[in-house]
C-alpha cells in the first residue's frame, strides 16, 4: 500500500488536507494522527472493515479493544447510551483530554471495536488536529496507538513512518504529543469506578473530583483492560530497572554499568530527573526507541522514587518495558 504522508507542520492549507484525510477516514481507509498523548491509527469506528484492517495493520490480537476517539463530548451518545453523574463530572473536568472512560456500550458499536466486550472505552482528545480529523470524518474514530504491536507508542511522526508507512493510507504528521504516554483509562461500569491504565490524569485528582475514593484495578492478574495482558513493549536490550535512595540508584547504575561494559557490552541509561514526572513521561518512550537504536545490549533505568501521580503511570511503563526486571538497593 502507498502511504500518503501530509506533514501539516509545513503545510499551508492545514484544513483541506485534513478534510482530505477525514475523507479517507469516511471511505473506509486507515490514517495515522497526532494526540496530545501518542500517535494513533484511526478508522471508522462503524465500519467493520475497517477497523478489522488496524488490527491487521499493527499485527495486534483482535480481542485487545480499541478506544473510540470523538470530537465533542455529546458524540458520546453514539457510542453508549448509560451517563452516570460521575461520568458527566469527569468529562467537565478532563475533556478534552488524556482520559479514557469505559461505559456499557451500545449495540450499534461493532464487536470488533471493542474486542467483544459489552463495554466501550471514550476519550475526547485535546488535540487540535485530532479534534478536526474527527469532526469532518463525522463519526468515532476506533484508534490504537500508532505502534506496532510490541514496539513503544509513538511519540514523533518520524516512529510513526517507521513502524506504518506501507501500512495505512494516510500519515498525518504534526507537532512532536505533549503528554508522551497513553492516557488514564477508567472503567466508568464499576461503583465505584477503576482505574485500569494509569495516566498523566493521574487518580488523585480523580478522586478530587468525585469527592470519593475510587480503585485502583491497574494490572492485576485478570486484568480487566485486555491491552494490559499482553506482552508489553520489551526493548531488544535486556533491561534492569534499579529501585532504591536516588543517590544509591545512581551509583548503582554507574557500577553495573561499567561491569558490563568491562565485558564488552553496550549499556543504555534511562535517568529522568526526579520532580519532573510530565517531562519523563515525554521523554520515556521515545528514549526506548533511541536506546534501540543505539543498538544498547543492556539498559539501565532509574526507578522513579514517586508511586503516585505521574511518577507512578511512568513507573507502570517503565516495569513493563523491563519485564519486572527489577534490582532493589
Ligand atoms: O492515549 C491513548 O489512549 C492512545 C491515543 C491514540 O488515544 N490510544 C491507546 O490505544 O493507547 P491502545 O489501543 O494502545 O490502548 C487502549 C487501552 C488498552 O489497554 C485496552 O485494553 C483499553 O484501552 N480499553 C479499550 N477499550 C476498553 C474497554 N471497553 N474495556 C476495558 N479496557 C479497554
Ligand atoms: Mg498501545
Known amino acids: 500500500m502507498k502511504t500518503k504522508i501530509i506533514d501539516l507542520t509545513i503545510e499551508k492549507n492545514a484544513y483541506e488536507k485534513i478534510i482530505e484525510a477525514a475523507d479517507v477516514l469516511k471511505r473506509g481507509g486507515l490514517v495515522a494522527f497526532p494526540t496530545e498523548t501518542v500517535y494513533g491509527i484511526g478508522a ?16 495486534r490480537p483482535s480481542d485487545n479493544p480499541m478506544i473510540v476517539h470523538i470530537a465533542r463530548a455529546s458524540d458520546a451518545g453514539l457510542l ?38 459489552d463495554t466501550v472505552g471514550i476519550r475526547l482528545p485535546d488535540s487540535r488536529i485530532a479534534q478536526l480529523l474527527i469532526r469532518f470524518a463525522g463519526t468515532p474514530v476506533a484508534a490504537p496507538s500508532a505502534n506496532l504491536s510490541g514496539r513503544p507508542s509513538p511519540t514523533k511522526a518520524e516512529h510513526v513512518i517507521e513502524d506504518l508507512d ?6 498525518l504528521i504534526g507537532p512532536e504529543c505533549r ?6 483509562v477508567i472503567d466508568m461500569t464499576t461503583s465505584p469506578p477503576c482505574i485500569l491504565r494509569p495516566g498523566v490524569v493521574t487518580a488523585e485528582e480523580i478522586e478530587a473530583v468525585l469527592e470519593t475514593p475510587i480503585e485502583h484495578g491497574g494490572d492485576s492478574e485478570t486484568p480487566r483492560s485486555p491491552g494490559t495482558k499482553y506482552k508489553h513493549y520489551a526493548p531488544e536490550a535486556q533491561m534492569l530497572v534499579v529501585e532504591g535512595a536516588r543517590e544509591k540508584v545512581k551509583n548503582e547504575i554507574v557500577r553495573i554499568k561499567t561491569l558490563n561494559e568491562n565485558l564488552g557490552l553496550k549499556v543504555g541509561v ?10 519523563a513521561a515525554h521523554d520515556f518512550y521515545a528514549a526506548l526507541r533511541e536506546l534501540d537504536e543505539d543498538g544498547a545490549d543492556l539498559i539501565l533505568a532509574g526507578a522513579l522514587s514517586e508511586t503516585d501521580g505521574v511518577g507512578f503511570a511512568v513507573m507502570n511503563r517503565m516495569l513493563k518495558a523491563a519485564g519486572y526486571n527489577i534490582a532493589r538497593i
Open 44 to 59: 471508522d469506528a462503524f465500519n467493520e472493515d475497517a477497523v478489522k484492517r488496524v488490527y491487521e495493520a499493527k499485527g
Open 270 to 279: 534511562l535517568l529522568f530527573e526526579e520532580r519532573d514526572y510530565l517531562a
Open 179 to 184: 503528554v508522551g504516554i497513553e492516557s488514564t
Open 80 to 117: 453508549a447510551d448509560r451517563f452516570s453523574k460521575e461520568f458527566v463530572k469527569l468529562a467537565d473536568a478532563f475533556w478534552p483530554g488524556p482520559l479514557t472512560m469505559v461505559l456499557p456500550k451500545k449495540a450499534e458499536v461493532p464487536d470488533c471495536v471493542t474486542g467483544g466486550l
Open 166 to 171: 506501507g501500512k495505512v493510507d494516510v500519515i
